[in-house]
């Protein structure tokens, strides 16, 4: 306030100091000021020195301004009067010491948060100014917009590091993983082989299968199949879940995980669809067979000599025992010679002077027969149709009878003999037959002509031109009583 004089000794002139041309208001109150102090009354605010008053300088009040404001930084001073204390906005207290209560704001906190900010993303506003203070999680103006996906926290400027595997929290910033991953950042993955789902909290039951980490599937390996892969492929199928057939031969045996086929011993091939070549044997055909003599072979399979008949031992080099002939020697030689019977087929040994039509018994016991005789004592001409083969008895005791080639041949030629015997008779009897019927037809038409020609005209009973069946039929019973009268035939035969 501006200090004003007074001169006291002329109460009706006003003086100013060092001011400017005062209204007429302060005039009043100047002179009201002069009149109080002519009075001796002193004035609250204001302090007087040397004919001047001035109001109290800031931080002072009260008579004479004696008194000190006792407000805090967060005013502008206090009333030079009174001495109460002139908040700041923002701010309340007997010296302005305090904020103003949480949800106000401005001069006196007479304003109300709630009315400008969002009530769920505002933790509160400004006192001073009423600006909005989001929550963690929230931004915009008045707060009402949750963070942007990858970012949390108060005014969103964190980011989040979930690596696209989850979500993370808009407040706290932690993640919150997919199914499939765990970890503070989602980056491990469940064990394949032990955990699935929302914080691998659940277990695998794939049979030690690993089993899908997102829902818990099982993902069988080649050879397994079934929900929890119990089953094993089956022996035609192979693969992951058991869906490709096997393509092995011959009894191979077809791996479940890759198809591939291992042979039985005598086969080889991809597919084992080859028998072992001549000399070869085992799986896969790898093995080199022994020498087998005597017609031996190599069994395919063991490598073992498979003897011809008549021959035993490891190589086939030793003929069967006295009293014993066939394949293997399992058989016993006819009890007519048991000791003395051909060691392949059991035939009984010939004996010099046995063997007929001049063939001679050689040194194994067999007839060698003379030119144009064949069998085992050389009883039967060659080319015979057939004939009788006593085979030895088997070792079941059964004679069997079979035909030579030589016998079979004569057999069938004798055959088409005889059809096409048969068919000529057929046709020479269809021939004579024919011929027959032809004849009688022309000796009728003959005879008919010579009965037209000489019979009188008498004997047109006047029926020419009307056919009557019954006289027809009478007379070719006529012609042909005729034809075979005995005057006839002798006609005809000269």
């Known amino acids: 306030m501006v200090p004003v004089s007074v001169n006291l000794d002329s109460k009706e002139r006003i003086v100013r100091s060092r001011a400017p041309l005062v209204t007429m208001a302060t005039i009043v109150q100047v002179y009201v000021l002069h009149v109080t102090l002519a009075s001796a009354v002193k004035l609250q605010g204001y302090v007087y020195v040397r004919n001047v008053c001035f109001q109290c300088q800031k931080g002072r009040f009260g008579m004479n301004c004696t008194q000190t404001c006792s407000c805090s930084a967060q005013s502008t001073g206090c009333d030079p009067e009174t001495g109460e204390c002139n908040c700041l906005p923002g701010y309340t207290g007997e010296q302005c010491e305090h904020s103003c209560p949480r949800g106000t704001w401005g001069q006196g906190c007479n304003n109300v948060c709630k009315d400008v900010c969002s009530t769920m993303g505002t933790e509160t506003c400004s006192p001073i100014n009423g600006a909005c203070r989001c929550k963690p999680g929230y931004t915009g103006m008045n707060c ?3 963070c942007p996906t990858g970012s949390w926290g108060r005014n969103c400027v964190n980011t989040c590091t979930c690596n696209g595997r989850g979500k993370c929290d808009l407040v706290t910033g932690s993640c919150d993983c997919d199914p499939g991953y765990n970890g503070s950042s989602c980056q491990t993955v469940c064990s394949s082989t032990q955990s699935w789902g929302k914080r691998c909290s659940h277990l695998c039951n794939c049979n030690g299968a690993p089993c899908n980490p997102v829902d818990g599937r099982c993902e069988c390996p080649a050879g397994k199949k079934g929900h929890h892969c119990e089953q094993e492929c089956s022996a035609y199928y192979f693969g992951i879940n058991c869906v490709q057939p096997c393509r092995c031969q011959n009894g191979a045996i077809c791996d479940k995980t890759t198809g591939a086929c291992t042979c039985q011993p005598g086969w080889a091939g991809t597919f084992c669809e080859n028998k072992c070549d001549d000399g ?6 790898d093995q080199q067979c022994p020498v087998c003599y ?6 395919p399979a063991t490598g073992q000599c498979q003897c011809a008949a008549g021959y035993t031992g490891i190589n086939c080099q030793q003929m069967c025992p006295v009293g014993y002939y066939g394949v ?3 058989s016993k030689c006819p009890s007519v010679c048991p000791h003395n019977c051909q060691p392949d087929v059991g035939v009984c040994k010939c004996t010099p002077g046995s063997c007929l039509n001049g063939g001679v018994c050689n040194s194994q016991g067999v007839c060698q027969c003379a030119a144009g005789y064949e069998g085992d004592r050389c009883s039967q001409t060659t080319g015979q149709s057939a004939r009788l083969v006593n085979q030895a008895p088997q070792s079941g005791g059964n004679n069997s009878v079979s035909l030579s080639n030589g016998s079979v041949a004569g057999l069938a030629v004798g055959i088409v003999v005889a059809i096409a015997l048969m068919a000529i008779l057929i046709v020479l009897g269809m021939r004579r037959y024919y011929t027959g019927r032809f004849l ?3 000796t009728a038409v003959r005879y008919d002509h010579r009965d037209s020609v000489n019979e009188p005209d008498d004997d047109d009973d006047g029926m020419r031109g009307f056919s009557n069946p019954q006289y027809e039929e009478s007379r070719e019973n006529r012609v042909a009583a005729e034809l075979s ?10």
């Open 440 to 442: 009688r037809s022309a």
């Open 144 to 146: 009402s917009s949750a």
């Open 485 to 494: 009268s005995p005057t006839h035939e002798n006609e005809t035969d000269s």
């Open 294 to 299: 005597h017609g031996g072979s190599c069994d």
């Open 280 to 285: 070869y044997f085992g799986a896969g055909c």
């Open 328 to 330: 293997g020697c399992g």
